[in-house]
């Protein structure tokens, strides 16, 4: 797996991690977030497009990057999750924790949840 | 020799004959005058002087001048010089200075000739330590090598005799150079022993008279021990019967010999351990081969049966043996029998026994008949052989579907019922054979009905060890058994094998393994892909299945297994949470085995995960409630896997393991 991280003109933080979110790539995801969240953005959104695969580790890195995100005063969207992410995250209730969007652009413009 | 001096003393005095018409002589410390003077009486007076040391210049006597000079440097080697001459002139001068000059050619010819000297002898010693170093080359004979050793020294030192003594557990050598055997060489020993270096006579000369031993009367000894990594195992050393003949030197060589004297020995010991282990491994080759060569060449083609075995023996050759053969009514017989011991002599006894079995069989068609036979056959052997043989035997009476056995003696055999979903151990029925002579045996039955399987096993299984010295038990195959029973035999003796591995933490085993599958085929298992697994508790491990398990495990399962891949990654992702949860909970304090079994039909898949470790609490580790603001970092695998499946079921079974039942269930929507 590996993760691109760009930063737009606005200030946003747009996170792309690529291929399978498991037991073996979870923990260096985990310290990208809390690196990010070190320089206190104020919006970070993890775009989960190109996400085929996360299991229980994948969705305790994204917990753990997004409260130190909200520790220092920022927040973290979830952006186009495919369907087997978005199933692990209705399974385990988090869509009720993450505001999920249907793109990277409702992600930033914080309009249509795709969750409750 | 250089013989510079004396061509130098010629030279000049051929040069003052010519100069003055006279005579000259050069002499050196101590020597007699008269021997050199050709044909000229030395007057008194200068034969006075020259014997004192004192110096004449140009004195008359006797009608001619003379002149005594000593050379007044060198202490060792003095020169001096006598001359005579009719002719007046300054010859003092010249004198003088000639003496000097010769007489410093004398002491570097003497320095010269030390050199040579002691270059000579060096040179000698090197070349006898490369010598001994190929004494070892030329004969293995360990006596042979140390008279070339006591030969050889010899030669180069400087002794009336040379000695060499070694001491071995059943005879003793005794080698010298004149070849008379050293005479109480025990003396010398203690002596050798209390001292790293080479003891001299000073040193010995009590000891030896107290023991009355004739080498006191030598007049000089050295002796060094021979030090090898069994201890103090014999001397070397040098005898003269002149006072002092042994310098430093001396005592350097013989260290050095001795040292490699004992190179020597130590060299030859390996060699002859090599030998008698490359003996030893031939000998076990050959037994090997009697062994294999008595294995049935393939096992029986039963109807409605399936068999599988596995034999590893612990070295070469053990004694755990299987055999196949038909009774007088043409059943089918199989035995599973652990020889008491190792190597040929239980390689000989399962011949034996090969033959006993064989032969029985043709006359009678019951176990516990045959049993008690074949143990008559070999009583005798066995008795005086102080062994015995466990044996357990099988009928397979195919038209009354029920298997038939006997066990002499041996470790219980497992039956594994399937419309009970349980395991029963089958145990002896009586002695092992070879400890009575008339053995007495009872053949018990077992149904063969559909799904039922029989696990004839040797006991190196069950007493296979883990590292914390636990043992397999009955218990740990039982569960294994239960684990993978759904499983082609063949399938279920690898799994047996990585749970003996995976167990053992990967050692050699300690005792031979042996075991033999017998199982009555279900069909409804042939209709259903199963796959069965043993796992080392490792999160790397169950990354690697669950990579299988998610391509619907390419080149494992027979015929085609056409599985939604939604399917296939719910339960893989299902399987991945509950393997890892019993990795870091039921295996919290060590390692551990996760075995089981995946099954597969077009209506449903269907997964046993199965962990001998801590009890599976759903309250400690369980469901966590989410709180939106301040949600838990962890926790989230089992309630994925309760998610993603239709039944995500644990239960505690026998208060020793845990059984997770993971079902997913097909529906006609889902896209192959």
């Given amino acids: 797996m590996n993760v691109e991280t760009r930063k737009l003109e606005t200030g946003e933080i747009i996170v792309l991690p690529k291929g399978r979110l498991d037991a073996r790539t979870s923990l260096a995801f985990k310290e990208e977030l809390r690196n990010i969240a070190e320089a206190q953005p104020a919006m970070v959104v993890v775009d989960l497009e190109q996400v085929d695969f996360i299991d229980s580790s994948g969705l305790s890195a994204l917990v753990s990057g997004m409260k130190a995100i909200r520790q220092n005063g920022g927040m973290l969207n979830l952006s186009s999750p495919r369907q087997q992410a978005l199933t692990a995250l209705r399974l385990t209730l988090l869509d009720r924790v993450f505001p999920i969007f249907p793109t990277l652009d409702d992600a930033l413009e914080q309009g249509d949840l795709l969750s409750p | ?672």
Wanted: proline share 4%; with cysteine; aromatic share 6%.
């Fill in chain 2, 1 to 672: 020799m250089i013989n510079t001096q004396d061509d130098a003393g010629v030279s000049l005095s051929h040069l003052w004959r010519t100069l003055t018409g006279g005579g000259l002589v050069f002499l050196s410390q101590s020597e007699e005058p008269h021997d050199r003077l050709e044909q000229r009486k030395l007057p008194g007076q200068v034969r006075r002087a020259y014997e004192s040391g004192q110096t004449m210049h140009g004195s008359v006597h006797d009608g001619a001048l003379w002149w005594v000079v000593h050379e007044a440097e060198s202490e060792a080697s003095r020169l001096s010089c006598i001359a005579w001459s009719s002719v007046e002139g300054p010859w003092g001068e010249l004198l003088t200075s000639w003496t000097e000059l010769l007489s410093r050619i004398a002491a570097r010819t003497q320095e010269a000739d030390e050199l040579t000297k002691a270059l000579v002898s060096s040179w000698d010693r090197l070349t006898l330590l490369y010598e001994l170093m190929q004494i070892a080359g030329e004969t293995e004979d360990l006596s042979l090598m140390l008279e070339s050793v006591v030969r050889l020294l010899a030669q180069v030192a400087t002794a009336r005799d040379v000695f060499l003594v070694l001491r071995e557990k059943e005879t003793s050598i005794n080698v010298t150079a004149s070849g008379d055997p050293l005479p109480q060489p025990e003396v010398l020993f203690e002596s050798a022993v209390l001292t790293q270096r080479p003891v001299t006579l000073a040193e010995l000369h009590r000891a030896l008279r107290e023991a009355n031993s004739p080498l006191a009367r030598m007049k000089d000894l050295l002796v060094a021990g021979i030090l090898t990594e069994e201890g103090h195992v014999g001397i070397l050393g040098l005898l003269d019967p002149l006072e002092n003949n042994f310098d430093a030197n001396d005592v350097q060589l013989v260290a050095s010999v001795a040292e490699q004297v004992s190179a020597l020995i130590q060299a030859e010991k390996a060699r002859a351990r090599r030998a008698e282990q490359t003996l030893l491994e031939h000998e076990l080759a050959i037994a090997a081969e009697i062994q294999s060569s008595l294995l049935p060449d393939r096992l029986p083609e039963l109807a409605g049966l399936e068999l599988a075995v596995m034999l590893e023996p612990a070295r070469q050759v053990g004694g755990d043996f299987y055999d196949v053969t038909r009774t007088a009514d043409g059943d089918h017989l199989l035995m599973l029998a652990d020889v008491s011991g190792k190597g040929s002599p239980a390689a000989l006894l399962t011949a034996l026994l090969h033959t006993a079995f064989h032969a029985e069989a043709a006359h009678s068609d019951d176990p516990a008949v045959l049993l008690s036979n074949v143990n008559e056959l070999l009583y005798h052997d066995l008795d005086k052989a102080g062994t015995f043989i466990t044996a357990f035997v099988v009928k397979f009476n195919l038209p009354r579907q029920e298997f038939v056995y006997a066990s002499a003696g041996h470790v219980d055999a497992a039956y594994w019922q399937h419309d009970r979903q349980a395991v029963f151990f089958l145990p002896a029925t009586g002695l092992p054979l070879g400890i009575e002579k008339r053995g007495e045996y009872r053949a018990r039955s077992a149904e063969i009905a559909e799904g039922n399987a029989l696990w004839v096993y040797s006991d190196g299984i069950t007493e296979a060890r883990n590292e914390r010295g636990t043992l397999v038990g009955g218990s740990g195959l039982a569960d294994l058994v239960d684990a993978v029973y759904s499983a082609p035999v063949q399938r279920q003796i690898d799994c047996l094998r990585r749970y003996l591995h995976i167990f053992t933490g990967g050692k050699a085993p300690e005792d031979d393994m042996a075991a033999v599958i017998v199982r009555a085929v279900r069909r409804e298992d042939q209709a259903c892909h199963a796959i069965p697994f043993v796992l080392p508790a490792t999160l790397e491990s169950i990354y690697d299945f669950v990579e299988q398990m998610r391509l619907g495990f390419p080149g494992r399962s027979a015929g085609n297994l056409d599985l939604p891949q939604s399917v296939l990654d719910d339960v893989s992702l299902a399987f991945s949470e509950v393997a890892s949860n019993q990795v870091e909970h039921a295996y919290a304090d060590g390692d551990g085995v996760i075995l089981g079994r995946f099954e597969a039909n077009p209506m449903r898949v269907e997964v046993h995960l199965f962990d001998q470790g801590l009890p599976f609490d759903p309250d400690e580790v369980g469901l966590p409630l989410i709180d939106a603001e301040d949600p838990p970092e962890r926790g989230y695998g089992l309630r994925l896997a309760f998610g993603l499946l239709d039944v995500c079921e644990v239960e505690r079974l026998h208060g020793r393991k845990n059984h997770w039942q993971l079902v997913k269930k097909i529906s006609e929507k889902m896209e192959p």
